[in-house]
């Protein structure tokens, strides 16, 4: 069993940045693939970003790539999304994901953290 509990998020203007946290419990955090998503209000929640749990390999969706930065701390049981170059479109609750895996295009969790929310101002 893994919990989750995300901080950083907040009100930021355009071009700013943004960095969160995700704090993990349980004793396998480091074997699972992590990753960040995002719901946007109207919208389905959408893959950010994920990063191997062995030798950090990340990816990312095209929106971000270029501006966002995954990062895994095995020691501290936590994981890092770097918001750079932030935009309006950008603006959603941000979830932190453990046991992130991928299946025929589609995307497959076992663990959600309670959600973050990030505004971007124009």
């Known amino acids: 069993q893994v919990q989750l509990v995300e901080s950083g998020g907040g009100l930021v203007q355009a071009g700013g940045s943004l960095r969160l946290s995700c704090a993990a419990s349980g004793r396998t955090f480091s074997s699972y693939h992590m990753g960040w998503f995002r719901q946007a209000p109207g919208k389905e929640r959408e893959f950010v970003a994920r990063?191997?749990?062995?030798?950090?390999?990340?990816d990312y969706t095209d929106s971000v790539k270029g501006r966002f930065i995954m990062s895994r701390d095995n020691v501290k049981n936590t994981v890092y999304l770097q918001m750079n170059s932030l935009k309006p479109e950008d603006t959603a609750v941000y979830y932190c994901?453990?046991?992130?895996?991928?299946?025929?295009?589609?995307?497959?969790?076992?663990?959600w953290g309670q959600g973050t929310q990030v505004t971007v101002s124009s």
């Open positions: 994901a453990a046991d992130v895996r991928l299946n025929s295009g589609k995307y497959y969790v076992s663990y």
């Open positions: 990063i191997w749990w062995s030798d950090r390999n990340t």
